[in-house]
């Protein structure tokens, strides 16, 4: 018998459900990025260390390039382009804005949906809580400082209108 | 989480208030489409039935290729095709080779022709429909190699029985050659002592941008034209190294850049990659994809400079003012010199570092050893150079009993003698370098380092205090490069702005740039709304560089911290001609008398003396571009469209003396680290650090104070768990993010900022470049670290890179790492 390369999927995807017929050994951030054009969610390493391609499933928050997408059949996924609405951008971006939290912007997307989870789960994260909320996101630009004050300042509501 | 980041208030040296936008950190035009996920990476471009590459990569550091056989790969459903090195040879010329014999002779192409000279080195191209075919496909390309001895040691490549790399250059050397200023024999026999270091060691690592390097490369056959939509960020010399290597003109390539994820230098050489992949664009009549993985950004793109620093001699007054210093120096610019020899003189831009040191003597050699090519990386060769400096001053106080912090004073340069003239000819235009240090130390409380040191030791702990005082050097002389090859016809440097008023008023502004984070967009907004009398808002700022439209010079791009210097300058130039020409065409509209008597504001042209009498920009622009008819002769050459080149005044450097000005300005970067070592394990943590930066006139603090964060966070990651170690294979160990440790949130310290202002002569804004850094969170934690080891024996740091074993190495064996150090009487 041949082996089965390929499955159906059917996954919501941003309040949007999609059925695809993916290749088994397809990454979901490649279906992410390649079948459904949703390249908010980056790819910074081959080894689920760096945290670029983080997205929420299920309610938790994944490193996307360690999932096969054969295996969200059936699940509810948020990525980056969900989080702002009606045309206004989410407290969490708007306090990274407002806190130069992000310089050349790649590690950001992964980095505000695990700040996202953290805040879905703890409203008023300590400090602490908000870098081991994040230890997973790699981001070589800023050393950090600014997204923990940004994560921090967004958990409190103190964001620019 | 106010206690993360304290930043003191009171700028120093600070010229009157500024008006206007710039000098406020005003909200980042950039942001809204990144914390969206509406960038544009590179990645992110598609094309219809672009084809994706994978390269076949050496698993040897050094072979000779004795057959390649891509027959089985070629024939899988879906694989578009291949490239060899013999195609490549056959197809294109070696890029071009900046040094002089033997280093020129090397033959360098985009995959390996015949040899292969590192491990990770790309030797062919498979291209097929998916990304997992390409890679699946890759296997099956058979290559056949005879492998040969690697050569691993800088030092060692240059001795006689070494093997050779390049046969055609028949030597290891690229490039050699020695630096006398001053008078050193005489600074000997003033010198009291003259303290002597066998070894210094300065390690290899990379700043691992996150986004990894990569284009969509399409070819026109209509036009013979390449379109790479890319990252590379300094496409200016970009395609230099490219077009003829290609055997075209440069107006066959066309780069285009939007969104880089990080760049550190680390972008600089792609042209290996990009010329494998106009090849297969065209010989494949199809777009194609390729994007580095992470694993081949580490093993396979570039390095920092690893340097070796030997026989090292500093003479000294018994009051402790140093006299200069003599070194044989020697980097390693792995298996090809892709932007070296460069890194042989770069280091000169800073020769004293921040020390009144006017005797030099360097004898440096740069050789090519089979590891990964290197080249700039943040801090690029200054900060090889001023890790130099600072372990000198610290084992020299070590050894003489000298104060570090009183050590540092008595030898700094003093903000009273700037502009100050380095024993090479460099200009050092501003700063206060004590000020500087004295703002770092009270940041991390030194008045109470005693009591600290007590209270570290009541738990078990050992409590160091650490100075890392830099430079960075900023808008290169590219005529430097003469004084490395008198031949090379390089000199000065540029940089482009364009500003239009449009049809409907709108301000357009191009950029010859590539920002990978640096905020050009908002920057060069503040300085345009500024001069025309209107907000950032009205601005719009092209993301990203295209080629194509003219918009750059030859050395375009965004790289060795000038954005703030020459980017800037060319937006005021093209900004003020425009200002100019609205006012022209305004005062004839308007029958004002003249150019003078009008005002820009708020969007209008007005006459001063008259509110009544404005118009509106959106009538300007319209006038000009769609309703022009009537206007008279004199207004034939207004456009409302302005380029301007800017040029910094620079000489051709001294190729005799290896004497002249190499950068334009230089900012400050002081830092303060306290450390605490555990005394049984080595584990240390850095419990206090300051950043003091000075970088003239700061026309967006926010952006500023978040460049002086990362370039820590890289120096801290470089000074504890980045390196590149090669076993003796020649295979490099950590070749992952998992393998090579960057800081994760939880490994960053506290940092704790605090800046002075000292405004550059040499620029119009009074603004200087500041991006990269010195490295200076290395040199601090190395100080620190010998600091606090003090008690256990007094060993002396005198490698870059000191993990925790490393520092239980010095804790067992205190002797081994003093053995290469003596103090002696002067001659």
């Given at each position: 018998m041949e082996p089965v390369t390929s499955k159906r999927v059917a996954v919501t995807v941003n309040g949007a459900l999609h059925e695809r017929d993916v290749e088994a050994r397809r990454l979901l951030v490649h279906f992410l990025r390649d079948e459904l054009d949703l390249t908010g969610t980056h790819v910074g390493c081959d080894t689920g260390n760096c945290g670029a391609c983080t997205v929420i499933v299920d309610a938790k928050a994944v490193k996307s390039c360690m999932l096969l997408a054969v295996q969200v059949d059936g699940a509810t996924i948020e990525t980056i382009e969900s989080l702002a609405s009606d045309g206004g951008l989410h407290p969490l971006q708007q306090a990274f804005s407002d806190h130069h939290a992000l310089q050349c912007g790649y590690c950001t997307p992964g980095m505000l949906m695990s700040a996202k989870h953290l805040l879905d789960h703890n409203a008023e994260p300590t400090e602490n809580e908000i870098r081991r909320a994040i230890q997973g996101n790699i981001c070589r630009c800023t050393g950090y400082v600014n997204i923990v004050e940004a994560i921090a300042a967004a958990a409190k509501g103190e964001v620019s209108a | 989480m106010s206690e993360t980041t304290a930043t003191t208030a009171a700028p120093e040296q600070v010229e009157a208030p500024q008006k206007g936008f710039a000098g406020q950190s005003i909200p980042r035009k950039e942001d809204k489409r990144l914390v969206q996920g509406e960038g544009v990476f590179f990645d992110d471009v598609k094309r219809h039935g672009m084809g994706y590459v994978h390269f076949v990569r050496s698993p040897y550091a050094h072979a000779g290729i004795v057959s390649i056989d891509v027959s089985a790969a070629e024939a899988v459903e879906g694989v578009y095709g291949t490239l060899i090195g013999e195609e490549v040879a056959a197809q294109t010329d070696p890029f071009f080779e900046m040094s002089t014999p033997p280093g020129n002779e090397i033959r360098d192409y985009a995959l390996a022709v015949g040899k292969v000279r590192f491990a990770g080195e790309p030797v062919a191209a498979v291209v097929a429909e998916t990304r997992e075919l390409a890679r699946d496909a890759a296997e099956l390309v058979e290559v056949e190699y005879e492998p040969l001895e690697p050569v691993l040691d800088a030092v060692a490549a240059v001795e006689p029985d070494a093997a050779v790399l390049h046969d055609e250059a028949g030597s290891n050397v690229v490039w050699s050659g020695t630096f006398d200023w001053g008078d050193y024999d005489q600074a000997l026999a003033e010198a009291d002592r003259v303290v002597k270091i066998d070894r210094l060691y300065f390690h290899r690592f990379s700043s691992t941008p996150l986004e990894c390097a990569g284009a969509l490369v399409e070819y026109d056959r209509g036009t013979a034209q390449w379109t790479l939509h890319c990252n590379h960020q300094m496409p200016g010399i970009g395609i230099v190294w490219?077009?003829?290597?290609?055997?075209?003109?440069?107006d066959k390539l066309r780069i285009v850049t939007?969104?880089?994820?990080?760049?550190f230098g680390n972008k600089i050489t792609l042209h290996p990659y990009f010329v494998a992949l106009c090849l297969l664009a065209r010989k494949l009549n199809r777009p194609v994809q390729w994007t580095e993985w992470r694993t081949d950004q580490h093993t396979a793109n570039t390095h920092g400079n690893e340097r070796t620093f030997l026989d090292v001699e500093v003479p000294v007054k018994a009051d402790g003012t140093m006299l200069g210093y003599k070194v044989r120096a020697f980097d390693d610019a792995g298996a090809f010199p892709r932007y070296e020899p460069l890194g042989c003189i770069i280091w000169a831009q800073v020769t004293p570092g921040c020390y009144r040191w006017r005797?030099?003597?360097?004898?440096?050699?740069q050789a090519c050893t089979n590891k990964s090519p290197t080249a700039p990386n943040r801090g690029y060769s200054r900060m090889q150079q001023l890790w130099f400096t600072e372990r000198v001053i610290d084992l020299v106080a070590s050894e003489l009993g000298l104060d570090p912090v009183e050590v540092r004073k008595r030898n700094y340069i003093r903000s009273d003698e700037m502009p100050y003239e380095t024993p090479n000819g460099c200009v050092y235009d501003s700063g206060d370098y004590a000020r500087c240090l004295d703002i770092a130390l009270d940041l991390v409380g030194y008045e109470r380092l005693e009591e600290r040191r007590r209270d570290a030791e009541s738990r078990g702990k050992l409590l160091g205090l650490g100075i890392g005082s830099t430079l960075d050097s900023g808008t290169n002389n590219f005529g430097q490069s003469q004084l490395l090859n008198p031949e090379l016809q390089f000199s000065g440097n540029n940089e482009v702005a364009s500003v239009r008023l449009d049809i409907f008023?709108?301000?357009?502004?191009?950029?010859?740039?590539?920002?990978?984070?640096?905020?050009?967009e908002t920057v060069a907004a503040q300085v345009v709304a500024d001069l025309l009398g209107v907000t950032p808002d009205d601005v719009h700022v092209r993301a990203g560089h295209d080629s194509y439209w003219n918009s750059h010079a030859g050395f375009s791009g965004t790289y060795a911290s000038q954005f703030a210097v020459?980017?800037?300058?060319?937006?005021?130039?093209?900004?003020?001609?425009?200002?100019?020409?609205?006012?022209?065409?305004?005062?004839?509209i308007l029958g004002a008398e003249g150019p003078d008597s009008i005002e820009l504001a708020e969007g209008f042209a007005k006459v001063r003396d008259n509110p009544e009498a404005a118009l509106p920009f959106m009538a300007c622009g319209a006038i000009i571009n769609v309703n022009n008819a009537g206007l008279p002769p004199e207004l034939d050459d207004v456009t409302l469209n302005c380029r301007y080149v800017y040029r910094p005044p620079f000489q051709v450097p001294d190729t005799e003396r290896k004497f002249g000005n190499l950068t334009l300005t230089y900012a400050t970067q002081i830092h303060a680290c306290v450390v605490e070592v555990d005394r049984e394990t080595g584990v240390y943590e850095i419990?206090?650090?300051?950043?003091?930066d000075d970088c003239g006139t700061r026309i967006h603090p926010q952006i500023v104070e978040g460049q002086v964060h990362g370039a820590t966070a890289h120096a801290l990651g470089a000074a504890t768990f980045e390196t590149f170690p090669y076993d003796e294979n020649g295979m490099l160990q950590t070749s992952n993010f998992y393998d090579y440790?960057?800081?994760?949130?939880?490994?960053?310290?506290?940092?704790k900022t605090g800046y002075i202002e000292s405004p550059s002569p040499f620029s119009s804004l009074g603004t200087k470049g500041m991006g990269e850094g010195g490295g200076a969170g290395i040199h601090a934690v190395c100080a620190a670290l010998q600091d606090a080891l003090r008690p256990l024996g007094n060993p002396l740091v005198t490698e870059s890179h000191n993990p925790y074993h490393r520092v239980w190495e010095l804790m067992r064996d205190p002797e081994a790492s003093r053995a290469?150090?003596?103090?002696?009487?002067a001659r």
């Open positions: - | 490219m077009a003829p290597a290609l055997r075209v003109g440069s939007q969104d880089i994820g990080g760049g005797h030099v003597r360097v004898d440096f050699t008023g709108e301000i357009v502004v191009t950029l010859g740039t590539t920002p990978q984070g640096q905020s050009h020459t980017g800037l300058e060319a937006v005021k130039g093209a900004t003020l001609a425009l200002a100019d020409q609205i006012r022209r065409l305004a005062a004839v419990v206090d650090y300051a950043a003091v440790h960057v800081p994760h949130a939880l490994d960053m310290p506290p940092l290469g150090v003596e103090v002696g009487a």
